[in-house]
């Protein structure tokens, strides 16, 4: 029996092409943004601070691209994201190694940045496909990402150390960054050919009530534990990686083998967890925790590379499930006068209050650390492995209470659209 075919509307394959610009753009330069302030400052405070002002940005952030959803188009919040990454590349390219030491600048311009962007596309994903475009749409963003991921951070390993090899400094950073600026100010143009309504407004006030009925609150807290872990490892194993190996090159290749395992291991979860979600959660959560074990050793190239391909394979089996109880933790909010994207944007806030706390909990580590010795940061990754059995602990009583059989497609409001189960496919970023 062939498959069922599908058409996606000419918008979602404009927003599908933008997204594929944006993701190839983030892939070639986001690990190395850490190393860069690194490499420059030498020290492990300008990253942190970096991290720290992302994380703090974000939240403001969603409030105000929301805004400028509701007053302008949720396209042009997606369109401002674009150019204020673009921005960000542009100082970077203007001011050189001076970037290096405003990091607090260039994370408030990344907050900025991320938060227009990922919560216009969050949007205009659904507003662009109907309940039977949501499994297409989802798929191919997923593997265009995956794609991006696998390829992209390998190339750009190899520009910067090639180009620095060759004409000294930085000038391999600056090759990769001003490619990534090219393709923001495609990414840009390109989505001038997107359109769509207002959003509805945010009612933050009736949202964070929300938080008083047990199964929300307890995903909320799941997702604020995952985030805690997160928030440091979004750069802490790139960060030891280039410590250990002194090689942007050996870097990107071990970012490639890593996105090909997340590619697979995503594609598995996203195929098993609608009849075995519960197991793939504990599994997940498990197989972190087990990784982490690496980190007991002392901090060579070996032990990073045991803890990323174990922690790359583990990790969508614990993120997609809980993407999956998020949504069907929305959906028992008995509210239905408060859009959907008010939850999100709840969830979101006390997600990057884990990431933040995650982030001062390296600050404090890293203030013991020397590039010599960074055995602290071994037993701070080692603690954070943890951080899942937590969301798990925290999500289990709800397991068959709650939720139990669940309908294919659950659905949704952001503001006058409507989302299905299967956008739990949204942004998910890739941090083993």
Do not use: C
């Not at 369109?79 to 001076?98: C, P, Q, S, W």
């Amino acid at each position: 029996m062939h498959a069922k075919p599908f058409r996606l509307p000419a918008l979602a394959w404009w927003l599908l092409i933008v997204g594929a610009l944006f993701q190839l753009s983030i892939s070639l330069s986001n690990t190395f943004v850490s190393i860069f302030l690194f490499k420059v400052d030498r020290s492990f405070s300008a990253i942190a601070w970096y991290h720290l002002l992302v994380f703090a940005t974000l939240p403001v952030t969603f409030v105000l691209a929301a805004a400028v959803a509701r007053r302008t188009s949720t396209a042009m919040s997606l369109r401002i994201g674009i150019a204020l990454y673009a921005l960000f590349f542009a100082v970077a390219l203007m001011v050189g190694e001076e970037a290096a030491h405003m990091p607090e600048l260039l994370g408030v311009l990344t907050g900025l940045a991320e938060g227009f962007y990922w919560l216009a596309f969050d949007v205009l994903s659904v507003e662009y496909t109907d309940r039977e475009g949501h499994e297409p749409f989802f798929g191919l963003f997923g593997v265009l990402t995956s794609v991006a991921n696998v390829i992209a951070p390998p190339v750009a390993g190899a520009l910067i150390s090639r180009e620095d090899a060759y004409f000294g400094g930085l000038t391999g950073y600056h090759v990769v960054f001003g490619i990534s600026f090219a393709l923001f100010v495609v990414a840009t143009l390109v989505s001038l050919r997107l359109k769509s309504a207002r959003l509805a407004e945010l009612r933050l006030r009736e949202g964070f009530r929300s938080l008083a009925q047990e199964p929300w609150r307890r995903v909320v807290l799941g997702s604020a534990a995952y985030g805690v872990r997160e928030g440091v490892f979004m750069f802490l194993l790139g960060l030891l990686f280039y410590i250990v190996t002194g090689s942007e090159m050996k870097l990107g290749e071990f970012l490639l083998v890593q996105g090909a395992l997340s590619f697979l291991a995503f594609y598995a979860a996203g195929r098993w967890s609608g009849r075995f979600r519960w197991r793939l959660f504990l599994v997940g959560a498990l197989g972190i925790l087990g990784a982490s074990v690496a980190f007991l050793w002392p901090i060579t190239t070996v032990t990073l590379i045991v803890y990323g391909v174990l922690a790359a394979a583990a990790f969508p089996l614990f993120l997609v499930p809980l993407q999956g109880y998020v949504f069907d933790a929305m959906h028992t909010l008995a509210d239905d006068d408060v859009p959907s994207i008010t939850h999100i944007v709840v969830r979101e806030w006390l997600e990057n209050a884990g990431r933040i706390l995650g982030v001062l909990a390296y600050f404090v580590v890293g203030s013991f650390e020397t590039v010599r010795h960074v055995g602290g940061f071994g037993w701070l990754a080692f603690a954070l492995g943890f951080m899942p059995l937590v969301a798990v602990g925290l999500i289990r009583p709800l397991e068959s209470r709650i939720f139990g059989p669940r309908s294919r497609h659950q659905r949704f409001r952001l503001g006058d659209n409507e989302e299905s189960h299967t956008s739990a496919k949204r942004r998910a970023r890739p941090t083993p």
